[in-house]
């Protein structure tokens, strides 16, 4: 499942990315442009610390309330202004629309993945860790987008509760593109994507290229289990041909003792039956010669 964050960031956010980092697992940050600069230091931990900063639009801004040049100065402002807090160019992100309001209009425009929830905790409304905690628990399910706000520290404390009890279930929590990636899908620009396909797949990860040693490392052991190449059946086939092997060989070594024991048997006989005939020759010479001196 993906943890996604809107709104932020705010004076809750940094509990959050303590909590989160305690217990290595990457959200997604939908961020509001126009708070990037005043939060610049959150924006940078969210950064460094391996989480996904994505579109929330320079103003809270209603979508499909803005013509084409709205809609795109909306989003552009926001990818400069991240970028030019954190010192790299983030290119294109992913769009969240506020108020999850897309329509076909704003599809054509917007030229990044276009992405809602389909685990909407209300936690705007509730302002209750328990409420929140209790929601993402009974609604859990493979692929899920979870929807949540980092302007509240009920918010934060019911996420992490209900993250310790699905860990226990055995769900693991990812960005938004580790996700599709782990899914096997790719986000399409001007896509509305409202969850991850539910079919149990997880490929794996093998991004990890600005987390620090720590998460690499963790991120490696996934791969080795996940994806890695199939050890297990490599070593299993060698030891089989090894076996394979050692009998032929024995095999053909007793069948050529066996030849060479009959070869040498006959020529030994060969040489038995030359040995009686040259004796044989070398009697009757000398029987003749005698019967010749005798005369
Ligand atoms: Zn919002």
């Not at 980092?21 to 997604?28: G, L, N, Y």
């Not at 685990?119 to 929601?135: E, F, G, I, P």
């Not at 509760?161 to 938004?176: K, N, P, Q, R, S």
Request: one cysteine or more.
């Amino acid at each position: 499942m993906a943890l996604t964050f809107d709104d932020g960031p705010s004076s809750a956010t940094g509990k959050l990315l303590d909590e989160l980092k305690k217990r290595h697992i990457k959200a997604t940050f939908f961020v509001v442009g126009s708070r990037v600069e005043e939060f610049s230091d959150l924006i940078m931990r969210e950064y460094k610390e391996g989480h996904e900063i994505a579109n929330h639009t320079y103003e809270h801004f209603y979508l499909t309330n803005g013509d084409s040049a709205a809609i795109n100065q909306q989003i552009d402002d926001t990818n400069d202004v991240i970028s030019k807090v954190i010192g790299t160019d983030i290119g294109k992100t992913l769009v969240r629309p506020p108020g999850g309001k897309v329509n076909d209009a704003v599809s054509a425009v917007v030229d990044e993945p276009l992405i809602l929830w389909s685990l909407d905790t209300l936690d705007w409304k509730s302002r209750d860790a328990d409420a929140v905690h209790s929601r993402i628990v009974s609604q859990a399910s493979d692929g899920a987008i979870i929807l949540m706000h980092d302007l509240y520290e009920t918010s934060v404390d019911g996420c992490i509760a209900a993250i310790d009890e699905l860990t226990e279930e055995g769900y693991t929590f990812v960005t938004v593109s580790e996700l599709y990636e782990r899914k096997g899908e790719t986000l399409k620009p001007g896509v509305v994507y409202t969850n991850a396909p539910r079919n149990g797949v997880d490929l794996g990860t093998d991004n990890g290229t600005r987390e620090n040693s720590d998460n690499k490392e963790k991120s490696g052991n996934n791969k080795d289990q996940d994806e890695g190449f199939p050890w297990g059946f490599l070593i299993f086939s060698v030891v089989v041909l090894i076996v394979y092997a050692v009998g032929f060989v024995r095999f053909v070594l007793s069948r050529s003792h066996s030849t060479s024991g009959r070869w040498k048997e006959r020529t030994h006989a060969k040489t038995v039956t030359r040995h009686r005939n040259h004796n044989r020759s070398n009697r009757a010479r000398r029987q003749s010669l005698a019967r010749q001196r005798r005369r």
